[in-house]
C-alpha cells in the first residue's frame, strides 16, 4: 500500500464531502487520546454520516474543534448547538465543537482483523463503563501506560 501524504484541512474537507454523499470512510487512528481502545497507528475506525439523533452523550465523532483542532472523540455532553468532547484516554481536558463542524461519527473499530461495531454489545458495553469510570478512569490509565509506553507522533 502506497502512503501519500496530504494537508491535513484539504483531507478533512473531502471527508465531509466523501461523508455527506452517504458514504463510509475508513481512517487509522493517529494520536494517543483515545487509548486505550483505539490505538495510534494500529486501529482503523469506519466514520460515516449521523442524524441529529445521533449527537449525544456517548457518540464518538469525528469534528473540528472551536480551536480549528481535528479530533476524534467521545460526546461527554450536548448544550444546544454546542457538544463537549472527551478523548477516552484524556483525564479533564475537553473540547467544544458547533454541532456543524461534526464531519462523521463512528460505526465501527477494526482491531487486529477483529471488527467492533459501535451497535454491537462489546462496544456499548465497553464504552458504558468507561463513562461510569470517568472520575477514577486516571489509575486504569497511568497502569495501562505503564505496560504501553506511547512513541512520539510522526
Known amino acids: 500500500m502506497n502512503t501519500i501524504i496530504v494537508d491535513k484541512k484539504i483531507m478533512m474537507e473531502e471527508i ?3 461523508i455527506s454523499e452517504g458514504r463510509t470512510v475508513e481512517l487509522t487512528a493517529k494520536g ?11 486501529d482503523t475506525i469506519a466514520l460515516g454520516p449521523w ?12 469534528a473540528q474543534t472551536t480551536y480549528g483542532d481535528y479530533v476524534v472523540h467521545r460526546i461527554i455532553s450536548r448544550d444546544g448547538e454546542t457538544v463537549t468532547l472527551l478523548g477516552d484516554g484524556n483525564i479533564g481536558i475537553t473540547e ?7 464531519i462523521g461519527r463512528m460505526y465501527s473499530v477494526k ?15 465497553y464504552s458504558w463503563l468507561w ?3 470517568t472520575p477514577v478512569k486516571r489509575y ?3 497502569l495501562w501506560r505503564k505496560f504501553n509506553p506511547q512513541q512520539p507522533l510522526r
Not at 482491531?111 to 462496544?123: M, P
Open 32 to 42: 494517543y487520546s483515545m487509548n486505550p481502545f483505539i490505538m495510534h497507528l494500529r
Open 96 to 102: 467544544k465543537a458547533h454541532i456543524k463542524d461534526i
Open 51 to 62: 442524524k441529529d439523533e445521533d449527537i449525544r452523550k456517548g457518540t464518538v465523532v469525528l
Open 131 to 133: 463513562m461510569q469510570i
Open 111 to 125: 482491531r487486529k482483523e477483529r471488527t467492533y461495531k459501535v451497535k454491537g454489545l462489546a462496544w456499548r458495553l
Open 16 to 18: 465531509r464531502t466523501l
Open 140 to 142: 486504569p490509565l497511568a
